[in-house]
């Protein structure tokens, strides 16, 4: 089945007007009497499609202008310059229809009444987004056994913990059941199982409604358990946009292979043939083996060689996509 | 659609909010004390025989003094703050993507804590007529029932200027100091410390071309029996709201745009 674009950005821009002042009191005082802004461009020329039913995630390092793109995409700031279909909408007019159709979640950033069980905000929620009473409480219900909170919805927010509002807040953000989900690092602060928990919970999502989900995370595993497709930005603009495991293989075309030979003489053997030599150390040694030559150099080692132990070294992913976050392009 | 609205997204908003305010129900109890200005003000009058200078007894001066305190108490509004404090932390954020202007959440917030505060507003009312029982009065149907629409509109006249000032928050982070302006004719021309004919008469003319005197003169003497042009402050009023709110509008629309969802 041909799935359509939900989401289609062309060359997109976003200029913010930052003032800046110099230090000290001399500085202070050319501050009060003239102001020096300037324009910065913190996003720049960026054009991309999303079809309906992705999930993609959208690394950077701080700074580099992911969380903006988001706020575009979902109508929250006004872009400078291009333009932005979403679900057929303009974002920034704010139809309601639009509106009706997405949702935002921000890691840390809550929209849940603190003094009030969190119960009170989805029902308010509800009638905001014109469900009714009953449609309400079955979503409420399906959603809180999927979240696994429905203990906690008669509980004041106040004493919830922190995964517990997580989890509540990414009830109240999909309550109106939207088809489109921008998610700010909504694993920010969550201990390990809360995170893998949600994680479970958003592919469950994706997979039984078809939702979009457009994703920023700084925990590589919410973007390697989730996204198929990433689009790297890098000072506002994009320096990647394709398919995870492609650029992994691309940044990592290497992998590392620890042998343990049974004797010293096997690794001096090993050592001097043709296989590239990280390190040894007595009858331990490190080799470099290209990905697409892994099985045929194992078979040879394996029948060439005496092995008493084998472990093969996968880099670490944060690793390899930290070399994204500080490059500008990536020709793959 | 405008039914529906109020039905069901302003009802369970209320419904909501009160719940809320009634968990700050002693902060209330405590801001309701604090609005006791009038009380204070009548007793300045009263002491230096500051009403004979415009024909009004001790009774009707009292009886305009506990009026300003109920109108003040239903008027208030503070959603210049609640605004600035939200866009500055971030929160107006997941209410700018919802499909209600977040006014509403505002709106809905001081209706509800003036429900909780009209309980402690007749409680002082109650102790202001045991030390002046000569002041108690029973107001009939119809000018009560006119001044609670009165008082309304003074609220959303206020509720309107400050929503105004306060989407200048998209422009200026600290939109509260503009308020804050604003706060002093508010003080002096709207009949809190004193009734708006006591003013010398070219003052007076210029004051009644403003909105200040129609949200606690006019409702507090319309409900209090003073002489006053009923249909004429009500037209004024009205005409207001029907001024402000396109321009509430068009500053919203517009704000909306340069909004940079700081703190989010």
Redesign the interface.
Known sequence: MVQKNIIDVRNLSKS?DISSKEPGLKGTIKHFFKRQTKSLKVIKDISFKIKEGEIVGFLGANGAGKTTIL?ML?????PSEGSILVSGYLP?R?K?NF??N???I?GQ???L?W??PPI??F???A????LDKFEAKSRIKKLSEMLEIDKELFIPVRKLSLGQRMKSELLA?LIHEPNILFLDEPTLGLDINAQRNLRKFLQKYNKETNATICLTSHYMKDITSLCKRVICVHEGAISYDGKLDLLLKKLSPVKEILIVCRSEEDAIKLANSSFTVKNKIKNEITIKIENNSITSSLKNILNNFDIEDLFINEPPIDEIIGKVLIKKDYDI | MISKLINRKIFTLLKVQYSNMLEYRVEIALWAISGIIPFFMLNIWTNNNLNESINISDVMLSRYFLCAFFVRQFSVVWVVFSFEEDSLMGKVSPYLIQPLNPFFRYFAQHLAEQITRFPFALIIAFFFFIFNPESIWIPNLSILFLSIVSTFLSFLIQFLIQSIVACLCFWTEKASSIERLLFIPTLFLSGLLAPVVSFPAYVKSWIYLTPFPYLIDFPANLLSGNETNISGGLSMQILWILLLFPLFKKIWSEGTKKYTAMGS
Do not use: P, W
């Open positions: 913010f706020k979902c109508g929250l700031i006004y920034f704010r309601e509106l009706k997405i949702t935002l921000m950033k809550q929209q009444i003094d009030l009170e905000s029902y308010l929620n009638s905001i987004y014109d953000a």
